[in-house]
T-cell receptor, first 120, second 116 residues
Framework: EAGVAQSPRYKIIEKRQSVAFWCNPI?????LYWYQQILGQGPKLLIQ????????DSQLPKDRFSAERLKGVDSTLKIQPAKLEDSAVYLC??????????????????FGAGTRLSVL | DQQVKQNSPSLSVQEGRISILNCDYT??????FLWYKKYPAEGPTFLIS?????DKNEDGRFTVFLNKSAKHLSLHIVPSQPGDSAVYFC???????????????FGKGTKLSVKP
């Protein structure tokens, strides 16, 4: 079974530029998550999709970040314009189930390798 | 304010000995806890989980203990192997803590080094 695919692996941009990240979840997984992991911190959820609808985007800085999941499969996360503090690893994860209590394996989140963004 | 705390940034253990990684949480509404392992340049990988209705869950060399009254959980690895060297993240979730279903709150991680 193929895992969660993300691209690019690395991206270096200057502040005020735009950048986009792509994620292809595990086939058949209904729920997709984007996390931001700043160096020395744990991952922090930015946005959660169930199929192509947004479940939670309460921690997404909507003045500069946007995300979409067209057709309930692939997803893109965009930053426009980027700031120095956006330097981080952006992780995409997917789960078979719709989240909730982790009473079974359906709700386990599987992570991609991430995109490391450096904003100069 | 950190809701999930891993106060030890690093831990070094000899091969064959026990590794104990600790995690504390502040929100009593959390009712499910997970451990993820992360190797460099890879995404976190699910390791083991425990529901708040249990106090212990075991999977091979890995055992997670939960003390709800102390809001503390720990991951035991016995025996430790060099391949266990990685960063271990504790994460918590719950239906009614205030976040959405499936929302994981992660600690900062503990880097485990197992020396041969």
């Amino acid at each position: 079974e193929a895992g969660v695919a993300q691209s690019p692996r690395y991206k270096i941009i200057e502040k005020r530029q735009s950048v986009a990240f792509w994620c292809n979840p595990i086939s058949g997984h209904a729920t997709l998550y984007w996390y931001q992991q700043i160096l020395g911190q744990g991952p922090k959820l930015l946005i959660q999709f169930q199929n192509n609808g947004v479940v939670d985007d309460s921690q997404l800085p909507k003045d500069r970040f946007s995300a979409e999941r067209l057709k309930g499969v692939d997803s893109t996360l965009k930053i426009q314009p980027a700031k120095l503090e956006d330097s981080a690893v952006y992780l995409c994860a997917s789960s078979l189930g719709s989240g909730g209590l982790y009473v079974n394996a359906k709700n386990i989140q599987y992570f991609g390798a991430g995109t490391r963004l450096s904003v100069l | 304010d950190q809701q999930v705390k891993q106060n030890s940034p690093s831990l070094s253990v000899q091969e064959g000995r026990i590794s104990i990684l600790n995690c504390d949480y502040t929100n009593s509404m959390f009712d499910y806890f997970l451990w993820y392992k992360k190797y460099p340049a890879e995404g976190p990988t699910f390791l083991i989980s425990i529901s708040s209705i249990k106090d212990k869950n075991e999977d091979g060399r890995f055992t997670v203990f939960l003390n709800k009254s102390a809001k503390h959980l720990s991951l035991h690895i016995v025996p430790s192997q060099p391949g266990d060297s990685a960063v271990y993240f504790c994460a918590a979730s719950g239906m009614n803590y205030g976040g959405s279903q499936g929302n994981l709150i992660f600690g900062k991680g503990t880097k485990l080094s197992v020396k041969p």
